[in-house]
């Protein structure tokens, strides 16, 4: 088992930082409008979902090139970067990290598989939970012969197609916004982006990031009320095609999509897309909310 960042902790000025580089305007990380949150369990602003994943997939990435696993990724052709997360609990700006990253497993074969179990705890308490995997094909479900709509860059920004299911939003990919992801999720930036080195690599998990903008964005046109019926997530599941993502570049158009897959009580569930230019699909997955103090 591997710790790491054993000494890191969030400000609200990187959940802030965080919330204004993904346009996140969810109440719960808003350092006033918390108080306002309709039986509000947590007692003052919470980091972001992506803005901990952020942290954690840098921390996975440091642990694949220290134990010699990017030579693998690449021999093996493991294009796909899948995450697996349940979130336990929230964090609070100020509390410790600590990341916990067991022993990789590989599986060889046609379906060939590098997997890691990972957690992260604040002060010592699990928050979130999961699987970080490698792999030849998808392993989220999501995605797999989707349909995407037809002049996908055509369409307005912040529409409902496909008789009002599915909702696009419209962002761009830029590096002034991943680099301040990357400081928001206390990553040091010059390890993915260094104009003086004329490095560019945009981080995995900042364009999935936008997904709680699109989500939030789809509520908002919905007449959602976010402080009467405050939303959280319950647990992500994505997968990135990071042949895709090694292709984009800054101020690459990416559209958002997201769609109902159920509403079973307080829980609802949305199959999600990020798309590049017109039909390049970036990622892929599912996310699935909770709803509080009903």
């Known amino acids: 088992?591997?710790?790491?960042?054993?000494?890191?902790?969030?400000?609200?000025?990187?959940?802030?930082?965080?919330?204004?580089?993904?346009?996140?305007?969810?109440?719960?990380?808003?350092?006033?409008?918390?108080?306002?949150?309709?039986?509000?369990p947590f007692d003052g602003p919470i980091a972001l979902g992506f803005q901990l994943e952020g942290l954690i997939a840098d921390g996975l990435e440091e642990f694949r090139a220290a134990n010699g696993e990017l030579e693998l990724i690449q021999?093996?052709?493991?294009?796909?970067?899948?995450?697996?997360?349940?979130?336990?609990?929230?964090?609070?700006?100020?509390?410790?990290?600590?990341?916990?990253?067991?022993?990789?497993?590989?599986?060889?074969?046609?379906?060939?598989?590098?997997?890691?179990?990972v957690s992260l705890y604040a002060d010592g308490k699990l928050v979130l939970t999961g699987y970080k995997r490698e792999s030849r094909t998808p392993c989220c479900e999501q995605g797999q012969g989707i349909s995407l709509p037809n002049n996908l860059e055509q369409l307005p920004d912040r529409m409902f197609v496909e008789n009002e299911e599915l909702f696009l939003k419209r962002k761009f990919i830029n590096t002034d916004g991943a680099k301040n992801f990357l400081c928001a999720c206390l990553v040091e930036q010059w390890k993915y982006i260094d104009e003086l080195a004329e490095k560019v690599r945009i981080p995995e998990m900042f364009p999935c990031s936008l997904i709680s903008c699109s989500l939030l964005e789809r509520a908002w046109a919905q007449g959602h009320d976010f402080e009467r019926q405050p939303?959280?997530?319950?647990?992500?599941?994505?997968?990135?095609d990071r042949r895709v993502l090694d292709d984009v570049r800054s101020n690459n158009v990416l559209h958002l999509l997201n769609r109902p897959l159920c509403v079973e009580g307080p829980a609802s569930s949305y199959e999600v897309y990020g798309v590049v230019g017109a039909d390049a699909l970036l990622f892929a997955g599912r996310i699935d909310l909770l709803a509080l103090g009903e």
């Open 1 to 40: 088992m591997s710790p790491a960042r054993e000494s890191q902790h969030f400000l609200q000025i990187h959940i802030d930082v965080a919330r204004n580089a993904t346009d996140d305007f969810n109440p719960f990380h808003d350092p006033v409008r918390w108080r306002n949150i309709r039986n509000n």
């Open 75 to 117: 021999r093996e052709r493991l294009h796909y970067s899948n995450f697996e997360f349940r979130f336990v609990g929230a964090v609070r700006p100020g509390q410790l990290l600590t990341l916990t990253i067991k022993p990789s497993r590989f599986r060889p074969g046609e379906e060939a598989v590098l997997s890691n179990r």
């Open 231 to 240: 939303l959280v997530y319950q647990s992500h599941a994505l997968s990135i």
